[in-house]
């Protein structure tokens, strides 16, 4: 006969097996997690994607590449849109710094930190060591500039890894959907040019008011002024306003006094169109701009309105 010590010992072995072997089932790796999620959002979606050998990756070709062979030491633009596969997280303004690279090929990520200046970090060697990501589908499979690819990736190939970043909103194994536009610095010029006339035409103003100058930026002068002529070496009291091309407006000022020699280039181009009490809108390419480098967004194309209130060299001149 079994004492009931015994019993009690034996009943709380097989809870014990039996516990161990849920949690043996229950438990799902990082690579299956990925997995199961990517193939169900390509099935919920009916994507036409092809896998990356074992990377665990798909892409879709969009848009073949017609510029320059992609090296990891190259510089190129890149403009991308990226979301969660579940949605939560969505980043999609192509105009935001989120959304822009202008950098070495061998630091893209896809998301902060990235770039040369996370590359002089050591905290980060190893990450661009690896021949991995979203800079491996963009020199093996897109493998030209001017082209476009779209890639589901999974969370662990992800800078952030499985665990998510709170700071950015992302979410713990949140495998993610890209798109990724690699522009060609020769396509540069001709890219802005049709940037800046859908920008003009979006906000409803017609095109044909705006005249161009030889370094692509188009201007509308809506009153010449009649004040004395502004010169490249004048200093002016303006009132202007510097517009995002997403509509954000990132400066603005009633009452503002610059010299215009120290100013970006389209200022310099544009301004000295005008007299005293003029007023001008113009839109600029990054070249004229703050570069393809950029201030804070690489590349961007910038929109400008401003009014002529005094110009200060013309009182020193009498």
Same mark, same amino acid.
């Given at each position: 006969?079994?004492?009931?010590?015994?019993?009690?010992?034996?009943?709380?072995?097989?809870? *014990?097996?039996?516990?161990?072997?849920?949690? +043996?089932?229950?438990?799902?790796?990082?690579?299956?997690?990925?997995?199961?999620?990517?193939?169900? &959002?390509?099935?919920?979606?009916?994507?036409?994607?092809?896998?990356?050998?074992?990377?665990?990756?798909?892409?879709?070709?969009?848009?073949?590449?017609?510029?320059?062979?992609?090296? $990891?030491?190259?510089?190129?633009?890149?403009? &991308?849109?990226?979301?969660?596969?579940?949605?939560?997280?969505?980043?999609?303004?192509?105009?935001?710094?989120?959304?822009? $690279?202008?950098?070495?090929?061998?630091?893209?990520?896809?998301?902060?930190?990235?770039?040369?200046?996370?590359?002089?970090?050591?905290?980060?060697?190893?990450?661009?060591?690896?021949?991995?990501?979203?800079?491996? !589908?963009?020199?093996?499979?897109?493998?030209?500039?001017?082209?476009?690819?779209?890639?589901?990736?999974?969370?662990? *190939?992800?800078?952030?890894?499985?665990?998510?970043?709170?700071?950015?909103?992302?979410?713990?194994?949140?495998?993610?959907?890209?798109?990724?536009?690699?522009?060609?610095?020769?396509?540069?010029?001709?890219?802005?040019?049709?940037?800046?006339?859908?920008? !003009?035409?979006?906000?409803?103003?017609?095109?044909?008011?705006?005249?161009?100058?030889?370094?692509?930026?188009?201007?509308? !002068?809506?009153?010449?002024?009649?004040?004395?002529?502004?010169?490249?070496?004048?200093?002016?009291?303006?009132?202007?306003? *510097?517009? *995002?091309?997403?509509?954000?407006?990132?400066?603005?000022?009633?009452?503002?006094?610059?010299?215009?020699?120290?100013?970006?280039?389209?200022?310099?181009?544009?301004?000295?169109?005008?007299? +005293?009490?003029?007023?001008?809108?113009?839109?600029?390419?990054? +070249?004229?701009?703050?570069?393809?480098?950029?201030?804070?967004?690489?590349?961007?194309?910038?929109?400008?309105?401003?009014?002529?209130?005094?110009?200060?060299?013309?009182?020193?001149?009498?």
């Amino acid at each position: 006969m079994i004492s009931p010590l015994k019993k009690l010992a034996v009943g709380c072995l097989l809870v *014990l097996t039996v516990f161990a072997a849920c949690n +043996k089932q229950e438990y799902q790796s990082v690579e299956a997690l990925d997995a199961q999620n990517i193939e169900a &959002y390509i099935q919920a979606n009916n994507l036409n994607v092809q896998p990356l050998g074992n990377t665990g990756m798909y892409y879709q070709v969009v848009e073949e590449g017609k510029g320059a062979e992609l090296d $990891y030491t190259g510089r190129y633009p890149i403009v &991308y849109t990226v979301k969660s596969l579940d949605g939560s997280y969505n980043v999609a303004d192509t105009f935001s710094a989120s959304n822009r $690279y202008m950098d070495y090929l061998g630091y893209f990520l896809g998301s902060s930190p990235q770039g040369s200046s996370a590359a002089a970090s050591p905290n980060y060697q190893e990450i661009f060591e690896r021949d991995e990501g979203l800079k491996h !589908i963009l020199r093996n499979v897109l493998q030209k500039a001017d082209g476009k690819v779209r890639v589901l990736i999974p969370s662990r *190939l992800l800078n952030y890894g499985p665990n998510g970043n709170d700071d950015l909103g992302i979410p713990p194994n949140a495998s993610m959907d890209y798109v990724l536009h690699v522009i060609d610095s020769a396509s540069m010029p001709a890219y802005e040019d049709a940037s800046i006339r859908k920008r !003009i035409e979006a906000l409803g103003l017609n095109l044909e008011e705006y005249e161009t100058t030889e370094s692509g930026i188009y201007y509308h !002068i809506s009153e010449q002024g009649t004040g004395d002529p502004i010169t490249v070496d004048s200093t002016v009291t303006v009132a202007y306003a *510097l517009t *995002l091309f997403n509509g954000n407006d990132i400066e603005r000022s009633d009452s503002a006094s610059f010299a215009l020699t120290g100013l970006i280039p389209a200022w310099r181009e544009v301004v000295p169109k005008l007299n +005293k009490g003029g007023e001008v809108r113009f839109f600029s390419p990054s +070249k004229s701009a703050y570069g393809y480098a950029g201030g804070n967004i690489p590349f961007s194309p910038l929109e400008f309105s401003i009014t002529v209130r005094d110009d200060s060299s013309s009182d020193e001149d009498e």
